[in-house]
């Protein structure tokens, strides 16, 4: 199975929003709701930012969002602040009982 | 508090078999809907998912490396071990173990996370 889908950089000026792609197929983004993203700093372990798509686990600043379309997952960054800038992933349940990640979106403030 | 912790070798060479433990705290794996998964990123790569093993002892595994693949757990260590066969460099990695809760206001998410381990294949 292939990995889903993400733009591998996205970039945004300090107090925009910026929005990451993710896309998948019927077999998994499409066909459920769990769909969640990390924030992965440079040698540390990714950390959890919005799970079932839209939730936002305590702790992480309302600034990060969550939505889907169709076979397509986003997460909104608004207010972007120089702390933002790092990799981002998606990852979703399939119908094998199984997970896949995407590609990864290094995300520059510029 | 919930921790995830990985070990073993930092290096291995090429055909050798791989094995990791991950050692938890803080949540049993035989409660309904946790499960232990394991997660790999090349370096400057992509995450990767491996396997997992669910509180029922269902066992699940990449379609791509499920031929090399074996995870088990011990719940009474508090431990999950994964072993991959026939290494190669292109399995040099961090290594991660991450926790899943399958509950009515959880999905399919990995938190948190462990540290992770680094295995490098070389000869």
């Known amino acids: 199975q292939s990995a889903l889908t993400q733009p591998a950089s996205v970039s945004g000026s300090p107090g925009q929003s910026i929005t990451i792609s993710c896309t998948g197929t019927?077999?998994?983004?499409?066909?459920?709701?769990?769909v969640s993203w990390y924030q992965q700093y440079p040698g540390k372990a990714p950390k959890l930012l919005i799970y079932?798509?839209?939730k936002r686990p305590s702790g992480v600043s309302n600034r990060f969002s969550g939505s889907k379309s169709g076979n397509t997952a986003s997460l909104t960054i608004s207010g972007l602040q120089a702390e933002d800038e790092t990799d981002y992933y998606c990852?979703?349940?399939?119908?094998?009982?199984?997970?896949?990640f995407g590609g990864g979106t290094k995300v520059t403030v510029l | 508090q919930v921790t995830l912790r990985e070990s073993g070798p930092a290096l291995v060479k090429p055909t050798q078999t791989l094995t990791l433990t991950c050692t938890f705290s803080?949540?049993?794996?035989?409660?309904?809907?946790?499960?232990v998964n394991w997660v790999r990123q090349p370096p400057g790569k992509a995450l990767e998912w491996l396997a997992r093993?669910?509180?029922?002892?269902?066992?699940y595994y990449s379609t791509s490396l499920r031929t090399r693949l074996t995870i088990s757990k011990d719940t009474s260590k508090n431990q999950v071990v994964l072993t991959m066969t026939n290494m190669d460099p292109v399995d040099t990695a961090t290594y991660y173990c991450?926790?899943?809760?399958?509950?009515?206001?959880?999905?399919?998410?990995?938190?948190?996370w462990g540290q992770g381990t680094l295995v490098t294949v070389s000869s």
């Open positions: 079932d798509v839209t």
């Open positions: 803080g949540f049993s794996l035989s409660t309904l809907g946790v499960s």
């Open positions: 019927s077999s998994d983004v499409g066909g459920y709701n769990y």
């Open positions: 990852s979703s349940y399939t119908d094998s009982s199984t997970l896949i």
């Open positions: 991450a926790r899943i809760l399958l509950d009515g206001d959880h999905g399919f998410q990995f938190d948190p």
């Open positions: 093993i669910d509180w029922d002892d269902d066992e």
